[in-house]
């Protein structure tokens, strides 16, 4: 994508993270602003996934531990098509698979989940590692 594309997207998803947390009552917009662009790029322009791939081994994979962004992951991932758009509504809502941390169990599409701030860190070397033993050519990117 060109960057005038990434920037548009950009700007949409600053729309849904605002939306997010006024539907929801409470919420970080700061922290999810913070990594549009980060994350727009990276899902956008430079990670190998797509929403229902043959080979989920081979994805690239990002690992987010700021815990208090995930508006911005969760839009993200709606706009390229692993959810629908209605569901980012749900946030915080019960029985919601978008609550305040991903759980893997619930969002299938999340490498892991993270609680504890800033255990992604170790997550991503964890999958790095298993990418090289395995003889894997999937890059890991985290938020840190």
């Known amino acids: 994508m060109n960057p005038a594309e990434l920037k548009a997207i950009a700007r949409e998803l600053r729309v849904e993270v605002i939306r997010m947390p006024v539907e929801a009552g409470s919420g970080h917009p700061g922290g999810s602003f913070s990594c549009i662009d980060l994350l727009t790029i990276l899902f956008f322009n430079e990670l190998r996934r797509r929403p229902n791939p043959p080979q989920r081994a081979e994805w690239d994979r990002m690992v987010l531990s700021k815990g208090h962004c995930v508006p911005t992951p969760s839009a993200v991932l709606a706009k390229a098509g692993y959810f629908p758009r209605e569901d980012l509504l749900t946030m915080r809502k019960l029985n919601s698979r978008l609550q305040v941390h991903r759980e893997h169990h619930r969002f299938p599409i ?16 964890r999958m790095t590692l298993a990418s090289k033993v395995s003889n894997r050519n999937n890059r890991t990117y985290q938020d840190s």
């Open 110 to 125: 999340l490498e892991a989940s993270t609680g504890s701030l800033g255990q992604g860190f170790s997550i991503a070397v």
